[in-house]
């Protein structure tokens, strides 16, 4: 949750290193999604020949995302048994 994926045609590796993320010229004024997309750029790769975007939702989380989140994180530090420094 939190992510959508877009399944596209088939890429390079060396198109993706390529391209840049642009915002819309300055004449016109840029919604919501394109400054976001700006900030957080959509990942991008490709697997089983297939070329996939994930872009990142601008639904705000809910409180069962960010505590769903935080379990998940620390049940990945204890499996990885880290240590505060």
């Known amino acids: 949750q939190g ?13 993706q290193i390529m391209k840049k993320t642009t915002m819309p010229p300055v004449e016109s ?8 997309h ?3 750029p959509p990942r991008e790769w490709v697997e089983d020949g297939k070329h996939y975007i994930q872009y990142v939702t601008n ?6 995302d960010v505590i769903q989140l935080q379990e998940s994180l620390d049940k990945q530090l204890m499996e990885r048994q880290a240590r505060e420094t």
């Open 59 to 64: 639904q705000p989380a809910t409180r069962l």
């Open 38 to 40: 700006a900030i957080l």
């Open 3 to 15: 992510m959508k994926t877009v399944e596209r045609g088939k890429t390079t590796i060396a198109s």
């Open 29 to 36: 004024k840029p919604n919501t999604d394109d400054i976001l």
